[in-house]
């Protein structure tokens, strides 16, 4: 074996050409698709970087990766930077990631730099501009996507600091085609209503793609003409868009924004109680200070003596009083015996009474002349009864009951009284005590005796 030859092992040529690399190759950038992504447990994140011809593996470790969450993905375009190296366990070339964006976001970011000194110039970002944030609003306006995380931290907040805060949601999408001319139409929109005393515009975080509709021009000046104030609270902490600029009030997160907007329900207590203590106190100095002013006066009243008088007074007024109740008791007294009279009189005159002793006559003697009717009507009916006892013994119906007869001429009915007062052939009708007899004269008596009379005839005529 030659004695001149230089060998190394392969740690020793590998650190070398580590070395080399690096010295090299210690800032790049470089772009290309990403492919073979994968995120092992520990928090570092590897993939291969590759365009039409040849790839490189690439490592972008936990402490940058936290940094970038939305980027890499497979099959995304990016562009980054970092230093060749070389991993010498397996011997392979790589590329340590210090930064990453999707290919395309370094235009974005010179488009984002020239509107943000384009504004700035025009006095847009001016602090004197600013409008500073009600301590206590009534309404708390959200400018935001329904659907997004950025809304549920912000309600969680104000419902921890001060859950009696009205909330008003503006609904807007937050990214993609139209979004920045939505957000300013809305920004307008409750300009020009005055529902709220201030405005939340809020959206998570995202590349500089996903927050490119805070970065347009629209939605800065629309956020400088609002007449209500305005704080931002857009991406995460290391997120800055023009919105944030333009606004009254930057927070770094959405949650920040709510915070900020939002009074601290603790902390309005402590400072009421903070301002109750120094009220009562201010307020007992104020006493102390006239009870100090009010001494000497009391002296000067004591000196004039000004309370005899008074006492003078109320007593003579005490005795007024006392005469005036006397006299109008003895008044009232008389008012009620004479009061009392009258009464007695009115109830000796009244009609009531009166009508009582009339209707108690009229009841005694409806009850006499009851009384009289039934005696007049018994003793009437008696006299009645022997009356037509005697009619009945004399009439002419018993007589013929016993064998007499009545004639009469027929058809006239004329009684005969006198038997010459016929002729014969002349018809007669005899009346029985049971029914009457038709008969005509066949022959006629005259007699000089004097017959026993019959029931019906005179006897003197007889």
Known sequence: MPSNRDIHTVSELTQAVRRLLEQRFPDVWVQGEVSNLSRPASGHVYFSLKDARAQIRC??????ALLFRDCPRNGQQVLLRGRVSLYEPRGD???VVEYVEEAGAGALRRAYDELRLKLEREGLFAADRKKALPRFPRRIGVIT???GAALRDVLSVLRRRFPKLPVLLYP???QGEGAAERIAATIRLASERQDCDVLLLTRGGGSLEDLQAFNEEIVARAIVDCAIPLVSGIGHETDITIADFAADLRAPTPTAAAELASPDRQEWSRATR????????AARQRLSERRQRLRPLTARLERLQPRRRLHDHAQRLDELDQRLRQALNNRLDREHLRLAGLRTR?????PAARLRSARQQLRTLTLRQNATLRQCFQTTRQHLQNLSGALHALSPLATLKRGYAIVRRYPDGT???RADSL?????VEAVLGSGCLRCEITAIEVENRTPSPAVGTDPEES
């Not at 490592?59 to 940058?64: D, G, I, S």
């Not at 009115?346 to 009244?350: D, E, G, P, V």
């Not at 002729?423 to 018809?427: E, F, L, N, S, V």
């Open 59 to 64: 490592a972008l470790f936990q402490n940058r």
């Open 93 to 95: 070339f790589q590329i």
């Open 145 to 147: 996507s329904p659907s």
């Open 172 to 174: 807007v999408p937050v």
């Open 274 to 281: 903070l301002l109750a203590a120094r009220l009562e106190r």
């Open 346 to 350: 009115l109830r000796a005159q009244a």
């Open 415 to 417: 009684i005969v009284r």
């Open 423 to 427: 002729q014969i052939g002349d018809p």
